[in-house]
């Protein structure tokens, strides 16, 4: 499968003719327009595991964020979204407090890069999207990475995408205030076209995962319930993990985050009661879903769809009614898609608080999916899904010739 033919939003064409509309100092200079694109991210499984050092299993898709734009020396940011008409601008010498909006992620990016001594520009551009926002498809570090490939003073000397994706994440923790893990940032920086990529979030080492793209489609279903980490418990989980943490590392000086903890010494904090219940639910449920992720890894190896069935319900089950990040709207898509033939698994994907689930579907099952979901969903939840098949594809970066030719009228 290919990646999908660009829609009006992300078409190189429709940017670099509404830059140029919005903003002259870009028509004065058509010959020094760029296009940066970073894709969204969907995870396939592994939730909540980065920050605790364990693993993850996510993929870059063909849904993206793109930035054209034109490089200045005038320090000054300018940016305008297409979807929204919104425009956001701060000086790089004088960067501005966080305010709760769209722009922080852009100049959180800025923050990061300046203060990892990095040189950078300024510019004039504009936001083109088919990425759906607070689908938990990781549109904040999209345009982390966007912006963060449209800032740099020479593109030639961008740092590696695992520096890359590791500065974004200081700007979502240090600025936005969202204390993530690097998975998001990681896949959209680093993708794979055709692949998942499995990350260790303690050494950082990764590596490619084909997928059987022969025999299944990935499928996405946006629940239509905004996913917004910032206003969520994203950090209060965290907080939990790291109390969990404590627990054990004092009867254990070797454990340094929940990857640390083995289904053994998890049993004896069960059996001894070292834990608040709501404590232990969600160190179990991380100790067993880092468990999850090998042995994913094991049964795409193997072509082994059925444990993947399986071990996709363990998971979504678990973030249920352990980490308690699901939602009646993710449960009723999950329970929809296992009822519905040619669907292999189905779990929600994303930190939860909303959002969508991933779903491994024949390919002559996509149809019924998307058949039963808008036969059903709306009835029992009163939101309205998206139903959209997405491809692996490779991480962000400047796209090749945008600015040939004359500016489109």
Not at 13 to 40: D, W
Not at 200 to 219: F, G, I, K, Y
Request: aromatic letters at 4%; a neutral charge.
């Amino acid at each position: 499968m290919r990646p999908r033919a660009p829609t009006d939003a992300t078409d190189p064409v429709v940017l670099r003719a509404r830059l140029a509309k919005l903003e002259p100092v870009a028509a004065a200079q058509p010959g020094s327009l760029r296009i940066v694109r970073a894709p969204g991210r969907v995870n396939l499984i592994g939730e909540h595991t980065d920050y605790n050092r364990g693993y993850v299993l996510p993929t870059a898709i063909d849904r993206e964020i793109r930035i054209a734009y034109a490089p200045t020396d005038d320090r000054r940011v300018v940016l305008h979204r297409l979807d929204t008409g919104q425009r956001g601008a701060f000086d790089l010498d004088h960067l501005p407090e966080r305010v709760g909006g769209w722009l922080d992620y852009a100049v959180g990016t800025a923050w990061a890069l300046t203060e990892a001594g990095l040189p950078l520009r300024g510019l004039r551009g504009v936001i083109g999207s088919n990425l759906p926002t607070g689908a938990g498809l990781s549109s904040s570090a999209a345009i982390e990475l966007a912006v963060a490939h449209a800032l740099l003073a020479d593109p030639a000397d961008a740092p590696d995408p695992m520096t890359l994706a590791r500065l974004a994440q200081r700007a979502e923790n240090g600025f936005v205030g969202v204390q993530s893990g690097l998975m998001d940032q990681f896949a959209v920086a680093c993708g794979q076209a055709g692949s998942a990529l499995l990350l260790d979030c303690r050494s950082l080492e990764w590596r490619a995962v084909s997928l059987p793209l022969d025999e299944v489609t990935l499928v996405v279903c946006d629940s239509g319930q905004t996913h917004r980490l910032a206003g969520s418990e994203y950090n209060v989980r965290r907080s939990q993990c790291d109390a969990a943490v404590a627990v054990f590392a004092d009867r254990d000086p070797a454990v340094r985050s929940l990857r640390d903890v083995s289904p053994e010494l998890l049993e004896q904090a069960i059996v001894g009661g070292w834990l608040e219940p709501v404590v232990l639910r969600r160190a179990t449920h991380i100790v067993y879903e880092n468990g999850r992720v090998i042995d994913s890894i094991a049964a795409l190896e193997r072509r082994d769809l059925a444990a993947l069935g399986r071990l996709f319900a363990a998971s979504h089950a678990s973030l249920r009614d352990l980490f308690e990040v699901s939602s009646p709207a993710l449960d009723a898509l999950v329970e929809i898609a296992v009822g519905t033939p040619g669907v292999v698994a189905a779990r929600m994907t994303g930190a939860g608080f909303g959002g969508s689930t991933v779903n491994l579907v024949r390919p002559d099952a996509v149809a019924g999916l998307r058949s039963a979901v808008e036969s059903r969903y709306a009835t029992q939840t009163g939101f309205t899904a998206r139903v959209f098949q997405v491809i692996p594809v490779a991480g962000a970066g400047l796209m090749p010739n945008p600015g040939v030719g004359p500016l489109p009228a």
